[in-house]
């Protein structure tokens, strides 16, 4: 059953809020960062950022990163609206389009955006293929001009939907490591092939800020000493 009303849209995306907070609250979180953090929410963190995650892995930033600085892109399909209100509960700010719905509006838009903003995309959504970055995310890289930093996250316990991104929920109690790659940085030519180059360097960053974040959880598994950040827990 489809939500219409305004109102049941805006409540039906406090209570999905709610529920991300909640739930987010039994994780253990821990954040590795290659080198430098490249974390929002510490005081008197510079710069402005272009965030790529895995659309499966979509609760690790929504719960400890909703801040009104990051703009989101929302899709315009039929429970966008509702995804927009749930994150707009969580604390964000959102764009609306994809690459099947309003994309050239909302391209303008995040570029408009990302001159006093961070910028967080799912580069294979919002149908995928899974875990292959589309070229769009190239292009708005180049336009922005920001720079990528790659989240990688891995969970030591968590089921998956049976959906196209095979969506990660981590089991109560489970453990959830992050880990950020240091920023790839673009200059804003347009030029034949930019786009492919672009996209193929943020998938690769991508794949191994992931790769590294299932290596740590195995090695930890097996008693190897690392060191560890522990998140903030979601507000």
């Known amino acids: 059953m489809k939500i219409r009303g305004p109102w049941l849209v805006a409540f039906a995306g406090w209570c999905i809020a709610l529920l991300v907070r909640t739930w987010m609250r039994t994780i253990r979180f821990e954040y590795h960062p290659q080198e430098n953090r490249y974390d929002p929410n510490d005081p008197g963190f510079q710069g402005r950022y272009l965030y790529c995650f895995w659309h499966e892995h979509i609760l690790v930033p929504a719960s400890q990163y909703a801040r009104r600085d990051i703009q989101v892109l929302i899709s ?5 609206q509702m ?4 994150c707009k509960s969580l604390g964000f700010s959102t764009v609306a389009g994809s690459s099947t719905r309003g994309g050239a509006e909302a391209v303008k838009e995040l570029v ?3 001159e006093s903003c961070h910028l967080a995309i799912t580069p294979d959504g919002p149908k995928g293929p899974r875990r292959q970055v589309q070229q769009g995310v190239g292009y708005l890289a180049l336009k922005t001009n920001l720079p990528v930093v790659a989240f990688g996250v891995a969970y030591s316990s968590c089921w998956r939907f049976n959906s196209w991104d095979r969506f990660a929920l981590p089991k ?4 959830a490591v992050l880990v950020t790659a240091c920023p790839l940085e673009f200059g804003q030519e347009m030029g034949r092939g930019m786009l492919e180059k672009t996209a193929g360097q943020i998938q690769a960053a991508l794949d191994a800020v ?3 974040a299932e290596e740590i959880l195995t090695q930890s598994s097996r008693g190897a000493d690392g060191t560890s950040t522990p998140l903030r827990k979601a507000a």
């Open 210 to 212: 992931n790769q590294r």
């Open 172 to 175: 109560p109690f489970s453990r």
């Open 76 to 80: 315009k399909h039929a429970d966008g």
């Open 83 to 86: 995804i927009a209100r749930a």
């Open 112 to 114: 408009r955006q990302g």
